[in-house]
């Protein structure tokens, strides 16, 4: 058992933080402030930077032009930018685009791969996923309704999806429609690639979120296909593979998701530090961190994140070694056990900043409203604990 | 002990169950999308409805052209009316009008009354109330920075002031400003009307509050007072009373926000129970309510929002019977346990939503990020539970 | 709405008051360091103290020896009588006599009430309640393996039950066996009075609870019913109606036992802050309580005494006025919100205590231990919560 | 970073696992309900055992006799062996002895190797620890009362301890007293040991814990000191560093204590699997194990003992890595939450056992009520909380 982080790492980690730290952390109140389209330009200078350190889509094959890091060690990177917004869409390793990146590089053709794969990687374009459907409980696979029927050479799509993430500005999106409507549940949907400008792709709306409908990147959409027409060669790996592609998709996705929430909830807990030791409570100079309360939300948070921290790098771990299937078990706890920190951690620190905190003075206000969606999404954090437990006792009784 | 509501109550409850239901729920699409600055027509319009209802302004008195109702009365108003973000503006009995009429009309002198208290009760002009500094914990009176001078016959008011709730569109503020520096430090400061077009009156910003800046009532701004001159006449109250009356203002207050919070907490469980019947989880029309985890917060919420609206409505009676301080405990208790019963419930009625949770298709999200500053404004959580928990221990040593 | 007690009430519960601190909390160390059964001529001399004040079985009614309190008054008697273990004992309200003489009052014959009625109520002999079995769920009761056969003109009994509470020592035990196997399921069992030394009446054991086997009151037991042989005018109530008598005894029930771990609550309460005034953590002589993590528990623990109280007085209020029926929501709130206040109250004030709270030199870790069956006993918490919940979702559909 | 468990470990791991599931586990229910006294005789049998095996003292070095296990690996051990209460006493590497083995083999002189080490370690004597006050917070080292002064060659001690566990058969206290009042506070006291034969060396009683006196290794005693003379070579490393050999003892005690814990929390868990498994709720044969709320509890516990786990082994390896003080933050955390964890794992698994949970019938409710001393001995969590925090923020502060 070593817990020791690479020299390598080490060096990539501190360059990654200074940058988070002099370059995008200062950017926040316009972030906070303007819509997203309107940073693209300030943005795009930053992402030059970025490739120009040779720190450009970390988590990508360096053959594609990333920096080839393994599991572990992306992990690392998506703790580091996750404490700004705007860190892992400067770096090129933002959700979706990071789980389309990886789908397309393992199953796309090399059509597929010439015409999205490189613009991807290469951050000349966008793409978005398009699976929810607004009357149905995505863990339920059975109850999809956006169908994509062959017709001639092509699948016609028709059907309606929402928070279709990113797809205001994107090129392309991975649509999951119902190609094989009597095979088995997990067999019936298919991945299929539709270029967003293809007729019958109608951007419906932004959805209000929060209290924002946002822009480009920063928005979930309303899609209405209505009898979308695309080649058949668009078909992303296997027909029917819909689902098990979606959940290969998962796995790691969690990983980066998991250890950028930890990155907000240490952005989160070093604001929450500052502020006890900057703010006064009385004239004679006691701060707000002499409070026992306020220190035992401290010392609470630390250890939250340190749990947090070391169960989805062990997690990580397992999915590297033994693959996501023997990591099942880990793969769930952290959907649920980190989602809870952050939003705890966040919580606190709000709190710790009293009315300044239900500002866009600073960005815990953002960090609140925002990512209370990590409870929800990947599936509600009930619904991984109901599955992870049927696991756990059917193996229980077999054991005996 | 009887826990009985008056046959009066339960007419006038109905009257405006029913009336928020039909009248103004219906219009929180627009609330949730629009600028409150927009609705004002359409709400003028539902106030005309409410006056000719004679409904108006249920907690002033009816001299003045309220339905004087009692403080266990109109905390019962407060909680209907609450289901609704719009209820206590079209009933006219919003904060932080309805503070500002009750000192008005208690410590105004006639000249005041006659310039300021009509025109409030009557919904013709808005007020606010200006108190809280940026850097200054509100817990502690003797860090106030700003500054009211005599010259001559005026008050010559210097200082920054933030989250002066609905200075936009307001036509008089109340400040609280150090007249008595020498003065112990709770008879330091007064309570000086400003009309909002005196000179020297600059209204900065309305602050960006949860990703929004606000118009009119709903805003909070941020006042830069400057050399701003007023007559001595426009003193409320004694000199150096301002913080006698502002804890004056904050026993019933604090019953009217409690009441509301869980009117609040009520919508809340009502959408989560109707998600809970309605949002199919499987083919065969099983639903989320058939689900044990979400019994179970059906279960914890209905017993919570029981606790506490008991806890509220003894209080007011403690309240109305042996007076604020007598029922100082009491009204600490429920600061805390209220705010946090609301943003429980809130929390899993959005969780129960899953995605839908997070837009603004429905209120929950608004509630969601606007009412987390319960636990904050008034007095933090924390701040009630020392000071209530010190008197317990001083009242526990001295019995014995 | 009105909060205020009675004048008679006062005066009841300040004799109490000061009978539970003079004379019985002195005998506490007895109580937790020997077997009750040697405290019994200790405890039947305070008995007859307490028949001379006639404060005697406050709950039961005058003409049978009682006070005759309603069941709000005898809530605020069992709060007070809760603060030691021994109190409801003392005053001879006492589960599961209690229960049990208000069905035999109800239900009994002239026979059965001259046999067993006066002689409770007088405290002269002591009752059992023996329905629950061990490998059977207690919220099932088709699951119930106890059999009464009809056999001439007696019932012959088998079976096996446990935690029949007090059996040791008990006259008599009023058993819950299925006499109508083909009924309906909850019109399959009767209630059955069964005289302990009827052969065929087997206390196996006293169950080893929490380390203790107990004695006499003290002590929960295993009975085997081995053709058991008592004669049909035994059946108490209408044959096959077991469980509708269960549910009657259960409402009520409630309020008292709620009502007592709310006394018990308080009494921890009273020990936390006197432990916070008096414990000295420095040689300056600052105590415990100075320390904000205790004065959170302090507050947090009132305000949660608070809430409990007035949940379980609105609740016998409503079951008075209304009836068990129409209360059934209050009634299954209070269960799991006042078991876990008292828990949750129990653990702090063990924890301000130290090593000192581990010992039984305080009566906490006695109130820690076995009070842990609070949310166990009368329907775990769990079955409640759905209970209720389904109840509300249904109503909620209905409403529409 | 690396997770993986050394082959030599899992082939000890799984020894000694299957050597608790079959000689001890089946000791327990003796250990329940009979004194520890009484079974001396039959664990002496598993000790031979354990020797046999070449499985014994597992933390001490192999020059004493042990198997020379690094801190990583013991921690390893010690949550085996905590799954059952017996434990570490029959491998030899109970809690005060190890600590007390650690010390005399760091700091004794030759002679005192000699008379203890050697039996200590091949478990022919035992001792104990006397270092806790009755009115003295543990965490402040001024408040000590018990005096140690200097007459001749010898030192006179007189004061009162008591939580000297396992005093009662031991052959040696170590124990704390003041030596150097005028030094300053953390090098007053000193380490003297005192055969517990020693003329003024006098176990008043075994404090009754949680309803139980106990006896032998299975005790807490009370001490009096009075005028108990000892050569002043039995002083225990230098005179006043008392409190930094203490100190010493701490970090590696806290993993032991720890990773003891998550055995107990593990073997709860899979009591609490095992009756989800095999409790029937309804005749058509579901068990608990169907229901959503026993899944959420399952789900939530295997993550908090994940968490629980990796926090202890990463402190573990902080520890041997870097010392005890570079690891202070993480020693803290691990009291703190894992303490929490196994409560909270232990309450559900009673939970889910229902009215059996609360009997002896399992070693659940033994856990429950002992275990409960988790979160205050070794400093009471919040001093933790305090501390580490304080510690954070002053770093904190200095990083800028």
Redesign the interface.
């Known amino acids: ?5 690479s020299e390598k790492m080490h060096v990539i980690l501190e360059m990654m933080d200074e940058f988070v730290n002099k370059e995008l952390i200062p950017l926040e109140p316009e972030f ?2 303007r819509e997203f389209v309107d940073l693209l330009p300030v943005l795009e200078e930053k992402r030059r930077l970025v490739r120009q350190m040779e720190l450009w889509a970390p988590n990508h094959p360096k053959e594609l032009g990333g920096m080839g890091l393994d599991l ?1 060690e992306h992990a690392l990177v998506s703790e580091v930018l996750g404490r700004t917004p705007i860190g892992h869409y400067v770096f090129n390793c933002q959700a979706p685009d990071a789980g389309n990146i990886e789908i397309l590089h393992k199953y796309g053709t090399a059509a597929q791969k010439d015409r999205y794969l490189g613009p991807l990687v290469a951050g000349r374009i966008r793409s978005c996923f398009s699976m ?1 459907e ?2 149905m ?4 696979p ?2 999809m309704e956006t169908t994509a029927e062959k017709d001639g050479d092509d699948y016609v799509i028709n059907g309606q999806k ?2 279709t993430t990113s797809a205001d500005g994107a090129a392309v999106a991975i649509v999951m429609a119902v190609t094989n409507p009597e095979a088995s549940p997990y067999l019936r949907a298919s991945m299929i690639l539709v270029p967003t400008d293809t007729p019958g792709f109608n951007l419906v709306r932004n ?6 409908r946002g822009t480009d990147y920063a928005s979930h959409a309303e899609i209405l296909y209505q009898n979308c027409r695309v080649p058949r060669e668009n078909l992303l790996g296997p027909e029917g593979h819909g689902f098990v592609i979606a959940q290969d998709r998962l796995g790691p996705g969690r990983i980066h998701h998991c250890m950028r929430w930890i990155g907000i909830a240490q952005r989160a807990f ?1 604001l929450m ?2 502020r ?2 900057t ?5 004679d100079g006691r701060t707000l ?1 002499s ?6 939300w ?3 948070s ?2 939250d994140i ?3 921290r ?2 989805t ?2 997690a990580a ?2 999915i590297e070694k033994e693959g996501a299937k023997a990591a099942r ?2 793969i ?2 952290i959907k ?2 980190v989602a809870n920190t952050l939003q705890r951690v966040v919580d606190r620190a ?2 710790v900043h ?8 600073t960005v815990l ?2 960090f ?2 925002h990512e ?2 990590a ?3 990947d599936g ?3 619904v ?3 599955s ?3 696991h ?2 059917r193996a ?2 077999e054991k005996g």
Chains 1, 2, 3, 4 share one sequence.
């Open positions: 058992m070593d817990f020791t982080i906070l402030n572990v929810t607004v009357d409980p995505g863990s339920n059975v109850m929402w928070y959805i209000p979120v929060m209290g924002h070093d530090c500052r006890a030791n703010r006064k409570i009385s004239p961190g409070k026992q309360i306020i220190q035992a401290i010392a609470e630390a250890a340190q749990a947090a070391l169960m790098l062990h771990w397992k078990h880990e769930s706890f649920f056990v709000l709190q009293g009315g300044l905190g239900m500002t866009d003075d206000a953002y609140f409203r209370r969606a409870r929800i999404y509600a954090d009930e991984h604990k109901m992870v437990a049927r756990i006792l229980h009784a």
